[in-house]
């Protein structure tokens, strides 16, 4: 079976070569097109080939205004030269994201074709925006989540057929555990106390600030909030009470497996939303065997049902604070949640399980479109 996983903007390169080099692994002829990661190193590819297609034309720096524009003007193009493509190449297409969604279903190669809901709706919605996500989901022929919480919220409150949406967890990236030793990311130096970890991009729905609210009080560990900032954060630098470090900028994957090696809890502390699905964050912890602390939005509560997680009600700065004060205080508490996490992403958040699931949904579409 020839698969195209397509992730245009690069906007998930370890989730997209997890799932390549697992589907790879499996027995399927895998091809990831995509574009250049502006940001630092990716993983070389396992056993798939990697063709980046898309933008590679388009002038400015990451994130300027100048490479928006530019992207917006060569998406239709190039999703039309990629469809030319894909009908010559690929039995299967998998979307994992889409930039255009009010444009892109009527770009859509002539072949069965998923998408991964990622975001089941957009975080930061602008007009008219969530109506085309919709829409879009409507033009593939199956939809991809990652829990049973986002496989209700696109059927049950928008609408979708449930024969078209399944459920496939997000696999732990259990290659981040290859990555050889590397030094902690500049200000950080290993303490001798706990360290609780907070990683990933620093969006306002992220809870940083209740996160540095609920850590008041807390003086025998260390907070690591380590990631790119989407957000103003000069108050919240400011503000932070003793024993938080913070590194803002793109890290790079030798220093994220540094982080997370050193780490004793990982934190997720995210606000209430009903659009978020699951976490790349949480997929690196259960790889490293992690316990984390996490709020009770979207999928995560699936997770924390397998032992990993203690669950706190998102926004709850009380709850919060005396979760991270009872699981940084007791060492058996921590080794029976590291050990849950080990456990379920060998198992049911393996991306052995993953592919599996995947490609039968392949064959399952590749069946349905000869069947017609």
Known sequence: MRVQLVDPSAFTPPYDHALCAALARAGADVELVTSCFPYGSIPVPDGYRRSERFYRHVPGRAGS?????GKAAAHVPEML????AAARAADVVHFQWLDLPWLDRYLLPALPTLLTAHDLLPREPRPLQAR???ALYDAVDAVVTHSEYGRRQLVDRLGLDPSRVHV?????FTHLLEIPEHPLPEPLIDPDRPVVLFFGLLRPYKGVETLLAAWRGIGDAELWIVGRPMMALQRLVAGAPPGVRFV?????????????RRADLLVL????????DQSGVL????????PVVLSDIGGFGEVAATGAGRLVPPDDVSALHAALVEVLGDASIRAEMAEAARAAACGPYSWEAAAERTLELYGALLSGRRGR
């Not at 997929?283 to 992690?290: D, I, P, Y």
């Open 168 to 172: 496939i967890p997000h696999g732990a």
């Open 283 to 290: 997929a690196s912890a259960l790889a490293f065997g992690k």
């Open 248 to 260: 803002t900028r793109f890290v790079s994957e030798g220093e994220l497996a540094a982080c997370f």
């Open 132 to 134: 085309a996500q919709r």
């Open 81 to 84: 030269a990629y469809r030319r």
């Open 65 to 69: 205004r100048l490479r928006r524009v």
């Open 269 to 276: 502390p995210y606000s209430r939303t009903e659009r978020f």
